[in-house]
């Protein structure tokens, strides 16, 4: 199969990002993970630090490249770089209804490129960035967090936010 890109804040990188790109080197003969930027969202880590850890848990996978692109469709930046095929995860019914709508809007701006969406096993199912970053802070939180991040993310929150 030809190229696919996946992509998403990766704020912070997740276990179930990590099992949609295992997923995609299956599945796909060239995967490209991308950082999409958009101007007027913050984030809680900084572009260079998600890109360095995103390298760092994909080292190793075959086919595999990390690159950013800001303030594009991402449809438009799929275009680009020769992709053909957009990875999206479904873990439940409002993902699958925002998903389905993009892949609309997406088919009408560049019907040459193909929505695939993949969804996680049930154990991962319900983790997403924004819960990892809410479970920081508490006594206890190294444990609860480690199971749901992979080792590079969970040593740099180590770093980052234990006194």
């Excluded at 704020?11 to 950082?35: K, Q, S, Y």
């Excluded at 594009?72 to 995860?89: D, E």
Aim: hydrophobic share 40%; net charge positive; charged share 25%.
């Amino acid at each position: 199969m030809p190229k696919a890109i996946y992509a998403g804040s990766f704020d912070p990188l997740t276990n179930g990002h990590m099992w949609m790109i295992r997923t995609a080197v299956e599945l796909f003969r060239e995967v490209e993970v991308a950082i999409g930027v958009n101007p007027d969202k913050r984030y809680a880590y900084p572009l260079a630090d998600r890109l360095a850890l995103l390298r760092a848990c994909t080292n190793g996978l075959r086919n595999v490249t990390v690159t950013s692109f800001e303030n594009q469709f991402l449809v438009t930046y799929a275009r680009s770089v020769g992709a053909r095929y957009i990875l999206r995860g479904i873990r439940n019914e409002r993902d699958y209804s925002f998903e389905r709508e993009m892949r609309y809007i997406n088919s009408d701006l560049a019907p040459e490129i193909t929505t695939v969406f993949l969804m996680p096993p049930r154990e991962i199912a319900d983790v997403s960035s924004s819960f990892v970053r809410g479970l920081i802070g508490p006594e206890g939180w190294q444990d609860v967090v480690r199971r749901f991040v992979p080792l590079p993310v969970y040593e740099f929150f180590l770093k980052r936010h234990v006194k």
